[in-house]
């Protein structure tokens, strides 16, 4: 089974570019997909399917992937993108299962 | 605009079933291109996701949970459904349903989650 680990937490100061990784030894090959999480409400998609981002969510917004890791990239960071961020992909080994990365808490300075 | 909404109970006692609905509107929980999903998130932590079903009868179940995790979709409802038996203090969380994507990528399809509802706290009580 995948796991994808995730660094705790970010810090970067607006304006600046946020990047926030996700890693595993048997990676994403169905492509991952990326979830902002602020206090208190849902999860919502901010990237899928590694680098397609759903209407309604800024351009500020990017994902690559690359080998065996994942990142979200934000640029110019506003007070409003901070919020725990977990990526998630489909594991097809074995029973077809989701998994999602321990989360990354990004603060802005 | 599609919008989900989990219901159900906020306090189950141990060892007792969890059982939670999930309402759908604006997209039928019968169509052949949506699989629905179950997460969880205990206080503090991370998601965990716990299962997905379609409107056939398919599911797919997260395989630390598989012996106590039933899902099934009401077509006359437009609702799907989670049963979680034998419940501990380890299953108190914030639970959330949500929609899959889907690509198929050479031999598999491969599932994303593109609409969520609010979640639900469920307190798993002694």
């Known amino acids: 089974s995948s796991v994808l680990t995730q660094p705790p937490s970010v810090s970067v100061a607006p304006g600046e570019t946020a990047r926030i990784t996700c890693g595993g030894d048997d990676f994403g090959r169905g492509g991952v997909h990326w979830y902002q999480q602020k206090p208190g409400q849902a999860p919502v998609l901010v990237i899928y399917?590694?680098?397609d981002r759903p209407s309604g969510i800024p351009e500020r917004f990017s994902g690559s992937s690359s080998g065996n890791a994942a990142t979200l990239t934000i640029s110019r960071v506003e007070a409003a993108d901070e919020a725990d961020y977990y990526c998630?992909?489909?594991?097809?080994?074995?029973?077809?299962?989701?998994?999602f990365g321990g989360g990354t808490q990004l603060t802005v300075l | 605009q599609l919008q989900l909404q989990e219901a159900g109970p906020g306090l189950v006692k141990s060892s007792e079933t969890l059982s939670l609905t999930c309402s759908v509107s604006s997209v039928s929980v019968s169509s052949s291109d949506y699989y629905w999903g179950w997460i969880r998130q205990p206080p503090g932590k991370g998601l965990e996701w716990i299962g997905s079903?379609?409107?056939?009868?398919?599911?797919y179940y997260n395989p630390s949970l598989k012996s106590r995790v039933t899902m099934s979709v009401d077509p006359s409802t437009n609702h799907f459904s989670l049963r979680l038996t034998s419940v501990t203090a380890a299953d108190t969380a914030t639970y959330y349903c949500a929609r899959h994507i889907r690509q198929w990528l050479v031999t598999h399809y491969y599932y994303g989650l593109d609409v969520w509802g609010q979640g639900t706290t469920v307190t798993v009580s002694s």
């Open positions: 079903t379609y409107y056939s009868g398919n599911t």
């Open positions: 399917f590694d680098r």
């Open positions: 998630q992909v489909w594991d097809t080994a074995g029973d077809p299962h989701a998994v």
